[in-house]
């Protein structure tokens, strides 16, 4: 009798564990330290990857005004890395000028980018066993191609190539925090695969089986 009462508790507990213990941990968690959102890391990365375009230029060309031109887009987060360029060439005392369909400037250089990838994703969501936390991965990168060309020859006088990536992991429960609802570009998809799926119901049923079990035959004893 003992070892049933042992056992239906036991049962018990890991039931309620399994059903309910990821609410008490985030009742029972402690605050949170701020980390970067989704935009900051890829505003990070913009300014990171215009520092290594720029610091191709030689003194030459930085006495001149350059001229800026987008030749390849990656879509509505391309004013993170124009504004990038904004910033970073003003501290670098560099003179420049943005180029477009209907702006017509004069200089003598041009440089010329591509904006190959410019994103944050999410390649990763999961939870350690049953018991921790939800956890998301974060993964960004910037890379970008350009060319700085001679406006008058149209010579190609350096090809330049830079890539900047970052990568983190934190709990699901602060996607909130590190999103925007304004840019959809910082809330990408995500999905949680586990192979734990592939056995927690059965655990589940096993735990309810035998508790059915024991509840029947505490009745035939008596």
């Known amino acids: 009798m003992r070892n049933r009462r042992l056992l239906k508790a036991t049962c018990t507990i890991c039931l309620i564990g399994i059903l309910g213990v990821d609410p008490l941990f985030a009742a029972t968690a402690e605050p949170h330290a701020r980390i970067l959102t989704n ?13 290594d375009i720029i610091a191709g230029l030689g003194p030459d060309q930085r006495g001149e005004t350059i001229l800026l031109n987008k030749a390849k887009s990656a879509g509505t987060v391309d004013f ?9 060439t003003h501290t670098a005392g560099l003179r420049v000028a943005a180029e477009g369909p209907n702006i ?19 390649p990763r969501s999961s939870r350690k066993w049953w018991f921790g936390p939800r956890k998301v991965a974060r993964a960004a990168q910037a890379d970008v191609f350009a060319q700085l060309i001679d406006v008058a020859t149209g010579d ?10 970052y990568n983190d ?3 699901y429960s602060r996607l909130r925090e590190v999103e925007d ?15 734990t799926r592939l056995f927690e119901p059965l655990v589940v049923g096993g735990i309810v089986v035998g508790l059915v079990y024991l509840f029947f035959s505490n009745q035939s004893n008596k």
């Open 80 to 88: 993170m890395l124009e504004n990038a360029f904004v910033k970073e």
């Open 156 to 165: 190609v006088l350096w090809v330049r190539e830079t890539h900047k990536q």
């Open 104 to 122: 017509t400037v004069n200089g003598k250089y041009r440089l010329s980018y591509q904006i190959i990838h410019l994103s944050i994703s999410y």
């Open 169 to 171: 992991t934190i709990d």
């Open 39 to 51: 935009l900051e890391i890829i505003d990070r990365l913009s300014s990171e990857a215009v520092v």
């Open 181 to 195: 609802a304004q840019y959809d570009f910082t809330r990408p998809p995500h999905s949680e695969f586990r192979m």
